[in-house]
């Protein structure tokens, strides 16, 4: 870390705010270290929103956490993700977004609202509410996202969208919110954007139980693990695995694509590293193949 300009740390579990504690503890130490070192020091949190109250949003805060990314599933969120309990958890995670928007405008931070969209997904009434309560908090955002099938069970039961409509509908969803003026993630395509975490070669995955590892869709895969932690001798890695996951050649239809500068070919070495794909061919493509083929 002491070499490292910038650090980035993002948490995510399971849920990341049943371990308040850890969080603040190691956000402790790692600005403390920023303070020695001069690294440029950011953080940001998957969360469901569920113990999210404002109380803990301005301890995280303080620990530099600054953005937040929480899926609500709309008006079905009570049936798609109910609490351990069996009970709802929409009104919970809303009540803890809005005391969160009601902090003064010093507080510099970012909330992305993610929809997950399935196919036949078209009440734009969820949108309107969002708008109602978050519309005038520059804070805030939503990112529509159409759901893909990154193995297990539960997916195989989703009404997932084929690959000729997920660019259609996901387009439907996103006019709509530009329509009545709800800001959205993914109006701008940057560059190097489509380029996973797992590609970046200082991009790991730290496990509670001391593995290193790349990709968080592929976790406990062998060929995933590219490092440990180590009591004493702090992070031990395997630099020839961690270069499979960082390194891939431009392919010939790669010079002529639109979207070249956001991919470098390397936007997921999963299908290649995991999956068993063949390094002759474009990333893109191959995962948009994949992807057809799960959802027919």
Not at 15 to 33: D, G, H, R, Y
Not at 81 to 96: A, C, D, F, M, Y
Not at 156 to 161: E, S
């Amino acid at each position: 870390m002491a070499t490292s300009k910038n650090v980035h740390i993002s948490w995510f579990g399971g849920e990341p705010t049943l371990c308040t504690s850890i969080i603040l503890e190691m956000s402790s130490f790692i600005q403390k270290l920023q303070k020695r070192y001069k690294f440029k020091y950011d953080a940001n949190m998957t969360t469901n929103g569920y113990l999210l109250d404002c109380e803990s949003f301005q301890q995280y805060y303080k620990a530099g956490i600054n953005a937040y990314q929480i899926t609500l599933d709309g008006w079905n969120h009570d049936v798609t993700r109910p609490h351990v309990s069996g009970n709802g958890t929409l009104k919970t995670i809303l009540e803890n977004l809005k005391s969160v928007s009601s902090l003064p405008e010093e507080y510099q931070f970012h909330v992305t609202i993610r929809h997950n969209i399935l196919d036949g997904d078209q009440d734009f009434s969820w949108y309107d509410f969002l708008y109602d309560q978050f519309g005038t908090d520059a804070r805030f955002s939503v990112a529509v996202v159409p759901v893909n099938d990154w193995g297990g069970e539960t997916v195989k039961k989703l009404n997932i969208l084929k690959r000729n409509k997920k660019q259609v509908l996901q387009t439907v969803h996103e006019e709509y919110l530009d329509k009545i003026g709800m800001r959205r993630e993914g109006k701008v395509k940057l560059p190097f954007s489509d380029i996973c975490y797992a590609s970046c070669p200082r991009g790991f995955i730290f496990r509670a139980d001391g593995k290193v590892e790349k990709c968080s869709i592929a976790l406990n895969h062998p060929k995933n693990q590219v490092g440990v932690i180590h009591a004493e001798n702090g992070v031990i890695l395997d630099e020839s695995a961690c270069k499979l996951w960082c390194t891939s050649d431009l392919k010939t239809e790669c010079l002529t694509c639109n979207d070249v500068l956001s991919c470098l070919n390397i936007c997921c070495r999963k299908v290649i590293i995991v999956d068993g794909r063949t390094e002759s061919v474009c990333l893109c493509k191959t995962l948009t193949d994949k992807r057809e083929r799960v959802s027919e």
